[in-house]
């Protein structure tokens, strides 16, 4: 039996929670910080903090006292959030936490935020392995489990999900915080063109917030443009959502993170789920949004194992990524599951046919019910020309794709050679690693990428490697596009194969042969960005 208080305090939510895991209640005191105007001030944040950390803390004491008994008595741990989250307001509460678990005489548990967001849904659903898909405010970003660490399989590129709503409603006016709002006023929109912006499971949303203020100064409703905003970024986090459950095989999802709470989101998430057979699990909003129960459960579970710290290791970690984390509260891997339904694969966004007596691949992009009808169309259509151009324009270069034989935009289907006789995944090697940096090199001397170089999207047999999959890549001459195609395809080796950094190495290297080093050194930029802003 283990009972443990939880405080939090990243940024706006000052917390207090108490979690019984013989019970399993838990309890909850918060307190919001509201900015009078504009977002979230780090130094007026901090301020909220001080004064009413130890106010929702007395109060959780309280309780505690009250149900279970004296607290040094009847509690087992004080945990915290450690990070991420603004410095000021993080040492505010690591204070807090380190003189409280000192008064009690109980061990401290430092926790990972974001972990605490994935873990929290995971609790409650009972799920064993699920991916998760984390929307708040300051990140984004899809989960799994892999090898004893979550893996980031998808990430924004630049500001969190809520940030980025909350960054058009200060533009036409509206308080912080903006998400519920935009909400509201959606529900009275029509949608509207906004940029779709999908790099393999990474994602960015600096262009569609420029284009949403653009839109609005122009004078389209701001309902409309809100609508747009739903459709777009919601559209985009849940098709993410869906590869990484591709990827990875897994069945489960879970959600995260205070813009969790749309039901717009929520409604996606759900129907993509049941479009696939995959289960779905959204907490109640008071676990979605910033609050300290999520943290007293995982300080449990970390509790339970071992995993508590001494006071002197115990320094905040404003940077701290979900992982960096150790994973010692749980095994398991996700179980293997075949995509494939006999001669027919089920990628993430089409089917295809592959069992053919005249050796060609039929491909057929479906229609997703969780997405706006226009956006479908208008994705299935772009994608599908895309995908037919880039695919024979590379052959041209001298990359190895399938022979285009037949393209039906409006209905999403392509007819192709059937090549290869597996996925470089089933057959990783170095040198066929290194034929796929030379292959993007290429491309991108050609002047376009990729889009989404996954090891699922590379064919090999024993003396070729074929690129496929080109419905993501467009022209493009800017160096942090072709950078991107790199940071993808490491992204998905790092998730998936055994040894990555040998491989890797030898990927890069055939690169900068073949290619340009600016790219490279992009790629690293694009390693180092801070993505907590
Ligand atoms: C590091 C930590 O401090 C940070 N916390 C955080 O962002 O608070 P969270 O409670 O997870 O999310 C707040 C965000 O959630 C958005 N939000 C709240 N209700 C919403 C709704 N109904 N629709 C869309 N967004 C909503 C708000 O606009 C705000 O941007 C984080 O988890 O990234
Ligand atoms: N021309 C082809 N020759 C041989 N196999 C192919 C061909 N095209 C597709 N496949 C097989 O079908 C799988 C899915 O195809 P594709 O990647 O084009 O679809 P998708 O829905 O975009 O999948 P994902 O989301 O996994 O990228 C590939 O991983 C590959 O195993
Ligand atoms: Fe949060």
Known sequence: MTRVLGIEGTAWCASAAVFDDATDDISIRSDAYQPDSGGIHPREAAEHMREA????????????????????????????SRGPGLGPCLRIVGTAARALAGALSVPLVGVNHMVAHLEIGRHRSGFDTPVCLNASGANAHVLGYHDGRYRVLGETMDTGVGNALDKFTRHVGWTHPGGPKVEAHAREGEYVELPYVVKGMDFSFSGITSAAKAAYDEGTPVEDVCRGLEETVFGMLTEVSERALSLTGAEELVLGGGVGQNGRLEGMLETMCEGRGAAFYAPEPEFLRDNAGMVAVLGAKMYDAGDTIQIDDSRVLPDFRPDEVPVTWRSGTPAERSRADGDREQGAEAVVDLATDDGRAYKRRLSKAYRHPELDRRLRRRRTRTEARLTSEARRLGVPT???????????????????????????????????????????????VHGDPTPRNVRVSADRTWLIDFGLGYYTDDVEDYAMDLHVFEGALGGTAADPAALIEAFEDAYREAGEERVLRQLRSIERRGRYQ
């Open 53 to 80: 950390v130890p106010t929702v803390v007395e109060s959780i004491l309280g309780e505690v006292e009250s149900t279970y008994g004296d607290p040094s008595e009847t509690l087992d741990a004080v945990a915290f």
């Open 402 to 448: 399938p022979v285009v034989f037949d393209v039906d935009p409006p209905e999403g289907r392509l007819a192709f050679e059937f090549v290869g006789t597996a996925d470089l995944g089933e057959k990783i090697t170095e040198s066929r690693v290194e034929a796929v940096g030379r292959h993007l090199a290429r491309c991108h001397e050609a002047g376009f």
